[in-house]
């Protein structure tokens, strides 16, 4: 199986702030990746897929980067309901793996 | 509207079963894979188990398979998590999710490939696993 790894675990930031999450495979998943945010008690949302293409209806100030083994989630500009947990996914190979989640917290 | 709801949580002991369903609509649910995902207590999501459009291709996680069926009935708009063997560790938020699909063009080797994503969740169902 291919094993996800999220970077950092955690993250403070404040309102406004340019923050950038770090997801990397335990091999080579091209392009094949999704990241998800998800709010305290709700269902997960797509942000990004295929690496970086954005989802229909989801902000601009999302962006997503990366190819292989190394890939990036950024937020620029933070906004209050951006404070959440962000977790990538896999979908080079099956099982689907996700990473282990990133919290994003206010500072 | 595009929707997922889940049903069939309950708290059952070490052993039990459950069957969890998932009751789409709003879409064309026979186009679509279907998949389950969990979510522990405090911990992250979990990919358990994806079925085809027929029902004739499903994957399971290493951890469920064996005590985990999935199906899906496309007449009744739902697919299903057949749980068998229950453990205190399969404690967690069930969600069913739609897996879409888009194609696109890879932008250094000009090839297409298609990408799939979960791109519509239901609000999932609880199972707790107690004596």
């Known amino acids: 199986d291919i094993q996800m790894t999220q970077s950092p675990s955690s993250l403070s930031a404040s309102v406004g702030d340019r923050v950038t999450i770090t997801c990397r495979a335990s091999?080579?998943?091209?392009?094949?990746l999704n990241w998800y945010q998800q709010r305290p008690g709700k269902a997960p949302k797509l942000l990004i897929y295929?690496?970086?293409s954005l989802y229909s209806g989801v902000p601009s100030r999302f962006s997503g980067s990366g190819s292989g083994t190394d890939f990036t989630l950024t937020i620029s500009g933070l906004q209050p309901e951006d404070f959440a947990n962000y977790y990538c996914?896999?979908?080079?190979?099956?099982?689907?793996?996700f990473g282990q989640g990133t919290k994003l917290e206010i500072k | 509207e595009v929707q997922l709801v889940e049903s069939g949580g309950d708290l059952v002991q070490p052993g039990g079963s459950l069957r969890l369903s998932c009751a789409a609509s709003?879409?064309?649910?026979?186009?679509?894979?279907m998949t389950w995902v969990r979510q522990a207590p405090g911990k992250g999501l979990e990919w358990v188990a994806n079925?085809?459009?027929?029902?004739?291709?499903?994957y399971y996680v290493d951890s469920v398979r064996g005590r985990f069926t999935i199906s899906r009935d496309n007449a009744k708009n739902s697919v299903y998590l057949h749980i068998n063997s229950l453990r205190a560790e399969d404690t967690a938020v069930y969600y069913c999710?739609?897996?879409?699909?888009?194609?696109?063009?890879?932008?250094?080797?000009?090839?297409?490939?298609?990408?799939?994503?979960?791109?519509?969740w239901g609000k999932g169902t609880t199972v707790a696993v107690s004596s």
């Open positions: 709003g879409f064309i649910f026979s186009s679509f894979w």
């Open positions: 091999q080579g998943v091209r392009s094949f």
């Open positions: 295929a690496a970086s």
């Open positions: 996914q896999q979908s080079y190979s099956t099982p689907r793996t």
């Open positions: 999710a739609r897996d879409g699909i888009t194609i696109k063009k890879n932008s250094d080797t000009s090839s297409s490939y298609l990408y799939d994503y979960m791109d519509v």
């Open positions: 079925i085809k459009q027929d029902g004739s291709e499903k």
